[in-house]
């Protein structure tokens, strides 16, 4: 289970009342209209996490064997940072899912942010991390080998093993978000919230389009698998 006390989120995202009080008025904060934004954003986000990570929790551990489902919820309260979310895992393999205060700030609804953690918690669920490992891997040797074959020098077959190491590790990286939107879709709308209304804010990030080798595929792709996948939940 998470593990991400109301009192600690409250602290990174300005002060914030208790969740079973009702938000507060500008004239009874005390405050700029800002912290009354932040108060609800910090009410929404741990309202999203204690719906969420459960049901994330329950989906890894019917669609693995042997993986660690204890999801953590870490935020960074850096306010510099531009809006940011990603999934990794500790030392110990527990899995990580991260959100800075720019991503709590900027999502305009619970069905954003719902989308968003299921998206990064499906990219555990489907071992993605691991999965780019081995592709980077793959691409060093192959790259290294054909330099080394070719009579390069070892500097030249050091710069060829890392940029295999970066073409491999992009290699899938496109199915990989594409998969991770598709199962993310499942988690968020199986935790009651819209994931179509969700994933709208790819229409507020810049489109990577279809670059060779580009880390994120197209937004219109995202949007479309989001939609296929809720369209087919909805029809069960």
Known sequence: MYRLPLIIVCALLSACAPMSLPTPAPSLVGGSEAQ??????ARQFVEVVETVEPLAERECRKRTSGLNCDFQI???DRADLAPNAFQTVDRYGRPILAFNIGMINSVRNADELAFVMGHEAAHHIL????????????????????????????EAVRNAEQLGAA?????YSKEFELE?????????????????????????????????????????????????????LAGQ
């Open 36 to 41: 009354v934004r932040a108060n609800q954003a």
């Open 74 to 76: 870490v935020v960074d």
């Open 127 to 154: 071992d993605h991390l691991a999965k780019t490992r081995e592709s980077a891997t793959i691409g060093a040797v192959v790259f290294a080998g054909i330099a080394a074959i070719s009579g390069a020098e070892a």
């Open 167 to 171: 073409v491999g590790a992009r290699t």
């Open 180 to 232: 991770a939107d598709q199962l993310g879709t499942i988690i968020a709308y199986r935790a009651g919230y819209d994931p179509v209304n969700g994933a709208k804010f790819f229409a507020r990030i810049p489109d990577p389009g279809n670059r060779f080798l580009g880390s994120h595929p197209p937004n219109a792709a995202r949007m479309q698998i989001v939609r296929d996948t809720a369209a087919a």
